[in-house]
């Protein structure tokens, strides 16, 4: 009779060390993507500095129409009164949402035209740790791209932020990035079928964008798309992160924050992981997978 101890201690080890064959794989793959960005320096560049352009028109016109920077109607709806520092956190943390439904989203694309998705698709990995590769490139420049963002408002503007705030922020901003996950996948797995994956994304995108709280109050948005807030998880990472960091009113607990955005992770990454899943085998049995 075989030792139980034995088999448990095997079963384990096997885990491990497939694991860790992952974890190199999803490692290759953030490696890959920074070799290339780097090889264009200009551009690489120009990516850090275009989020603080496209920053500006909503700090600027924020401030032209209330008439000021400080505003008595934004402190009765949040309970802050500083528009720059609401929309600077509002604007900055949403790039994660465009990290996850583009770069994630056009990351199979990028195969395509390189010719090489067939090559990586036959890595003796799932499908999904590819996504998984990009996605940690994209995390990654995304926090580059906030650092540049905050250094550039904090010399202009002087925004004034709670410290203490900062890694309770960033922990629901964590959690806000593994749901994003599985939305991400989800874009990943449109290209598979309609090879311009960017019109889901674009389309999907721009729903979020709305009735995401960026750049005004959540409760200037309509009742239906006040609820329909409240089922996609940067809502909560926005909200969350103004509080932590500025006093904004949630409208409900920290605790009730971090569980929903707990559930919104399970929910999104299951169903992303089952969507990428049918999709993948969907292209393999027809056929379609090399076409472009």
């Given at each position: 009779?075989?030792?139980?101890?034995?088999?448990?201690?095997?079963?384990?080890?096997?885990?491990?060390?497939?694991?860790?064959?992952?974890?190199?794989?999803?490692?290759?793959?953030?490696?890959?993507?920074?070799k290339?960005?780097?090889?264009?320096?200009?551009?690489?560049?120009?990516?850090?500095?275009?989020?603080?352009?496209?920053?500006?028109?909503?700090?600027?016109?924020?401030?032209?129409?209330?008439?000021g920077r400080?505003?008595?109607?934004?402190?009765?709806?949040?309970?802050?009164?500083?528009?720059?520092?609401?929309?600077?956190?509002?604007?900055?943390?949403?790039?994660?949402?465009?990290?996850?439904?583009?770069?994630?989203?056009?990351?199979?694309?990028?195969?395509?035209?390189?010719?090489?998705?067939?090559?990586?698709?036959?890595?003796?990995?799932?499908?999904w740790?590819?996504?998984?590769?990009m996605s940690?490139?994209?995390?990654?420049?995304?926090?580059?791209?906030?650092?540049?963002?905050?250094?550039?408002?904090?010399?202009?503007?002087?925004?004034?932020?709670?410290?203490?705030?900062?890694?309770?922020?960033?922990?629901?901003?964590?959690?806000?990035?593994?749901?994003?996950?599985?939305?991400?996948?989800?874009?990943?797995?449109?290209?598979?079928?309609?090879?311009?994956?960017?019109?889901?994304?674009?389309?999907l995108?721009?729903?979020?964008?709305?009735?995401?709280?960026?750049?005004?109050?959540?409760?200037?948005?309509p009742?239906?798309?006040?609820?329909?807030?409240?089922a996609?998880?940067?809502?909560?990472?926005?909200?969350?992160?103004?509080?932590?960091?500025?006093?904004?009113?949630?409208?409900?607990?920290?605790?009730?924050?971090?569980?929903?955005?707990?559930?919104?992770?399970?929910?999104?990454?299951?169903?992303?992981?089952?969507?990428?899943?049918?999709?993948?085998?969907?292209?393999?049995?027809?056929?379609?997978?090399?076409?472009?």
């Open positions: 009779m075989a030792d139980t101890g034995s088999l448990d201690h095997s079963t384990t080890w096997s885990l491990w060390r497939r694991l860790r064959h992952y974890a190199n794989a999803v490692w290759a793959e953030n490696i890959k993507e920074w290339l960005e780097l090889t264009y320096p200009l551009d690489f560049l120009r990516s850090l500095i275009a989020p603080v352009v496209y920053l500006l028109p909503y700090v600027l016109y924020g401030v032209a129409l209330v008439g400080y505003s008595p109607n934004l402190q009765k709806l949040t309970g802050t009164t500083d528009i720059v520092s609401f929309i600077t956190i509002g604007y900055v943390f949403i790039g994660f949402m465009n990290m996850a439904l583009w770069a994630m989203g056009f990351s199979l694309r990028k195969e395509q035209m390189y010719g090489t998705l067939e090559a990586v698709f036959a890595a003796p990995v799932p499908r740790i590819f996504t998984m590769g940690m490139h994209s995390i990654l420049h995304q926090f580059l791209m906030i650092a540049v963002q905050l250094l550039f408002i904090l010399a202009v503007f002087s925004i004034k932020i709670n410290p203490l705030g900062l890694l309770p922020a960033l922990a629901m901003i964590g959690l806000m990035l593994i749901a994003l996950y599985g939305i991400g996948m989800i874009m990943a797995s449109t290209t598979l079928i309609f090879k311009q994956g960017g019109l889901i994304s674009d389309a995108g721009s729903i979020l964008m709305v009735i995401t709280p960026i750049a005004y109050p959540l409760a200037v948005l009742v239906f798309m006040q609820k329909a807030a409240l996609v998880p940067t809502t909560y990472g926005i909200l969350a992160a103004r509080h932590f960091l500025t006093g904004e009113q949630m409208g409900f607990s920290v605790g009730t924050a971090f569980l929903r955005v707990a559930v919104l992770c399970v929910v999104w990454v299951v169903f992303g992981l089952v969507v990428f899943a049918m999709i993948d085998k969907y292209t393999r049995r027809s056929g379609t997978l090399s076409h472009y």
